[in-house]
């Protein structure tokens, strides 16, 4: 199963509020105020218009996709790029696809592109598998905030990047 890594347009938006939606099922069950688990169709619109999405799309369907964020959110705690906005779709869950993403915008996007070192994302403290899942892929807790909006503790976690460089001849 081949997929196609790239930017979303705006035509993507009613599909990615979809996905999005389904696959924060959890986050909103939880409590959490994460903007994506509530996200109506203006909002994604706006991450996809106002910051880097990206999606892998196999079959000409998106089956995940995960934001670069362009804004300012972070700036004040690292000028390390910033991603958010994971998801995969549910029916697709399980399946290796959603790290094949992750896998490609790190390298690709944001050691290759970028020339960022290393990467970083925030999660929850509560949330039942997501920290154990960053860990294992090597993200490592780096600072925990609590904004006092009822999500408890968010983790900031930082991803070391390095990839061999290739050599073409």
């Known amino acids: 199963m081949s ?9 993507d938006a009613e599909q ?9 099922q959890l986050i909103r069950e939880l409590g959490l105020q994460w903007p994506a688990a509530t996200a109506d169709l203006a909002l994604i619109q706006d991450n996809v218009t106002t910051n880097d999405c990206y999606v892998l799309e ?6 995940a996709t995960i934001t670069l964020s362009k ?15 994971f998801a995969v779709d ?6 290796g696809l ?11 996007v944001i050691h290759d592109k970028l020339g960022a070192s290393a990467v970083t994302l925030a999660t929850a403290k509560k949330h039942p598998w997501l920290v154990q899942m960053y860990e294992r892929r090597g993200y490592e807790r780096f600072l925990e ?4 909006n009822g999500d408890g503790i968010m983790y900031l976690m930082k991803k070391s990047l390095k990839y061999k460089q290739k050599t073409f001849y």
Do not use: C, M
């Not at 196999?58 to 089956?63: E, H, K, P, R, S």
């Not at 959603?98 to 690709?108: H, T």
């Open 3 to 11: 997929g196609i890594f790239r930017l979303a347009e705006l035509r």
């Open 16 to 24: 990615l509020l979809d996905i999005t939606y389904r696959a924060y």
């Open 71 to 85: 804004s300012n959110e972070v700036k004040t705690l690292t000028e390390l790029p910033f991603i958010k906005w």
């Open 90 to 95: 549910p029916y697709h869950s399980g399946k």
């Open 145 to 148: 905030i609590d904004s006092q």
């Open 98 to 108: 959603g790290g094949k993403l992750l896998d490609w915008i790190e390298e690709k």
């Open 58 to 63: 196999i079959n000409g369907a998106i089956v």
